[in-house]
C-alpha cells in the first residue's frame, strides 16, 4: 500500500533566452529527475508527473550520460529505464487537472532542475497555486539546482517579475517581488559561477539573469556552497532545496525523510 503521493512537476521547455536575442537549448536534468522520484517510489510514495501542458518533459541530452550517476552504469540504466518506460513518467497530468482533481491527496511536491524551470515554471500561474496550497498547508516541497527558481511562481505576478528581470529593471521587479511566501526562508540553488560552463559550452550566451540574484531580490536568503559542484542542501520550514546535480540523491533522503515525519504525525 502506498504511503501518499508526491507530485513531480516537470517542465515543457526546450529553448531559453539568451542575452542578445535568441535562445539556446535546454530541458530537464534526467538524474534529476529520475534520482529522487525513484527514492520516492523505493520509500513507498506514489508519484505522479504533471506538467504546463501536459506532455512529457524535454530531457537536457547533456545530462543523459553515466557520469551524472556517478559514473555507475546501472545506475544510469535504471534511471534512464524507469523514464522511458514506466507509468508514472509516462501518465502525464496537466497542472490545471491536478489542481481541479484536488491537491489535499498530495503529501509533498518535487521539482526538478536543468535550466527548463527559468523558462516556463517560474512563471506559471497554476503551478503558483500549487505552491500557494502547499506552504499554507506545511507540506514537504523540494526544488533541485535550477529547480528552485520555480518557487517564484508563487509570486501574485510571477510573469511580470520574470520580464522585468530580463528586462534589467531592478526597481520594478523589486516592487513585484512583494507577498513572496517563501521571503525569508534559507534557500539554495544553481550558482552563477557553476552556470558559467553552460552558458560558454552549451548556450554560447548569458542568461539574463543568475538564480541566486532572482531569488535573493524576492526575499530569499540564499546560500550557495562555494565549491561548485558539491552536493548542499538546505531545509527550512517545509522548504526543501538543492544547489546542483549532485545534490540529487542528499535531496532525495530528505524530501523522503520529510515526508515520513509528516505521515508519522498526522
Same mark, same amino acid.
Given at each position: 500500500?502506498?504511503?501518499g503521493?508526491?507530485?513531480?512537476?516537470g517542465? @515543457?521547455? /526546450?529553448r531559453?533566452e $539568451?542575452?542578445? *536575442?535568441?535562445?539556446?537549448?535546454t530541458?530537464?536534468?534526467? @538524474?534529476e /529527475?529520475?534520482? &529522487?522520484a525513484?527514492?520516492?517510489? +523505493?520509500?513507498?510514495?506514489?508519484?505522479?508527473?504533471? /506538467? &504546463?501542458?501536459g506532455?512529457?518533459p524535454?530531457?537536457?541530452?547533456?545530462?543523459?550520460?553515466?557520469?551524472?550517476?556517478?559514473?555507475?552504469e546501472?545506475?544510469?540504466?535504471?534511471?534512464?529505464?524507469?523514464?522511458? @518506460? +514506466?507509468?508514472?513518467?509516462?501518465?502525464?497530468?496537466t497542472?490545471?487537472s491536478? $489542481?481541479?482533481?484536488?491537491l489535499?491527496?498530495?503529501?509533498?511536491v518535487?521539482?526538478?532542475g536543468?535550466?527548463?524551470?527559468?523558462?516556463? =515554471?517560474?512563471?506559471?500561474a497554476?503551478l *503558483? %497555486?500549487?505552491?500557494?496550497?502547499?506552504?499554507a498547508?506545511?507540506?514537504?516541497?523540494?526544488? =533541485?539546482?535550477? *529547480?528552485? $527558481?520555480?518557487s517564484?511562481?508563487?509570486?501574485p505576478?510571477?510573469? %511580470?517579475?520574470?520580464?522585468?528581470l $530580463?528586462?534589467g529593471?531592478?526597481? !520594478?521587479?523589486?516592487?513585484?517581488?512583494?507577498?513572496?511566501?517563501?521571503?525569508?526562508?534559507?534557500?539554495?540553488?544553481?550558482?552563477?559561477?557553476? %552556470?558559467? &560552463?553552460i552558458e560558454?559550452?552549451?548556450?554560447?550566451?548569458?542568461?539574463?539573469?543568475?538564480?541566486?540574484?532572482a531569488l535573493?531580490?524576492?526575499?530569499g536568503?540564499?546560500?550557495? @556552497?562555494?565549491? +561548485?559542484?558539491?552536493?548542499?542542501?538546505?531545509?527550512?520550514? %517545509? =522548504?526543501?532545496t538543492?544547489q546542483n546535480?549532485?545534490?540529487?540523491?542528499?535531496?532525495?533522503? !530528505?524530501?523522503?525523510?520529510?515526508?515520513d515525519?509528516v505521515?508519522?504525525?498526522?
Open positions: 500500500m502506498s504511503k503521493k508526491v507530485l513531480v512537476v517542465s @515543457n521547455a /526546450t531559453i $539568451i542575452q542578445g *536575442g535568441g535562445t539556446g537549448p530541458g530537464q536534468y534526467l @538524474n /529527475t529520475v534520482v &529522487p525513484l527514492a520516492l517510489v +523505493d520509500a513507498g510514495y506514489e508519484i505522479v508527473l504533471a /506538467t &504546463p501542458d506532455t512529457k524535454h530531457i537536457d541530452p547533456v545530462s543523459d550520460v553515466v557520469q551524472h550517476f556517478d559514473g555507475d546501472a545506475a544510469y540504466k535504471r534511471g534512464r529505464a524507469f523514464f522511458d @518506460n +514506466d507509468r508514472a513518467m509516462n501518465d502525464v497530468r497542472l490545471r491536478v $489542481i481541479d482533481e484536488g489535499d491527496g498530495y503529501a509533498g518535487f521539482v526538478p536543468g535550466q527548463a524551470p527559468v523558462v516556463d =515554471l517560474m512563471q506559471d497554476d *503558483g %497555486e500549487i505552491l500557494r496550497h502547499f506552504h498547508r506545511r507540506k514537504p516541497t523540494a526544488f =533541485l539546482c535550477h *529547480g528552485p $527558481i520555480a517564484l511562481a508563487a509570486l505576478r510571477a510573469r %511580470e517579475y520574470r520580464a522585468a $530580463i528586462a529593471d531592478v526597481s !520594478k521587479a523589486s516592487d513585484l517581488s512583494r507577498g513572496w511566501q517563501y521571503a525569508g526562508y534559507e534557500m539554495t540553488v544553481f550558482s552563477a559561477s557553476e %552556470e558559467k &560552463p560558454e559550452q552549451i548556450l554560447h550566451g548569458k542568461l539574463y539573469f543568475t538564480m541566486p540574484d535573493g531580490m524576492a526575499g536568503d540564499v546560500r550557495t @556552497n562555494p565549491v +561548485d559542484f558539491s552536493p548542499h542542501v538546505i531545509v527550512d520550514r %517545509e =522548504l526543501i538543492g546535480p549532485r545534490s540529487d540523491h542528499p535531496l532525495a533522503a !530528505k524530501l523522503v525523510e520529510a515526508l515525519s505521515m508519522v504525525t498526522t
